[in-house]
């Protein structure tokens, strides 16, 4: 929508109403996340399985889990995280 209001002196401005739409990003990041299982919250995990949607492993690795993760090692990035950060967060 534009419009445009009058002003004193004939010079005349501009509104525009712009919309946004948020969007996801889907795009797979490079590198070894089909090499490694991620760690990554379990109900997003589940979510990610049935619906087909990537998830944000704790790496930063986005993928779509679909395979048997204990065929895999354990990504070195995600374990790391987890055992500093995730545990040492968990007041239990």
């Excluded at 589940?46 to 944000?56: D, F, K, L, Y």
């Excluded at 690795?61 to 090692?73: A, E, H, I, N, T």
Aim: aromatic share 8%.
């Amino acid at each position: 929508m534009t419009t445009t209001p009058e002003t004193p002196g004939g010079g005349g401005s501009t509104l525009t109403d712009e919309r946004v739409e948020e969007q996801t990003d889907y795009r797979y990041d490079a590198g070894d996340h089909e090499k490694f299982s991620h760690y990554a919250p379990k109900e997003k995990i589940m979510q990610a399985m049935i619906e087909g949607t990537p998830v944000r492993a704790l790496c930063g690795k986005l993928w779509v889990p679909s395979r048997d993760p204990s065929r895999f090692p354990v990504c070195p990035v995600c374990k790391d995280i987890y055992e500093n950060v995730v545990q040492n967060d968990d007041p239990s």
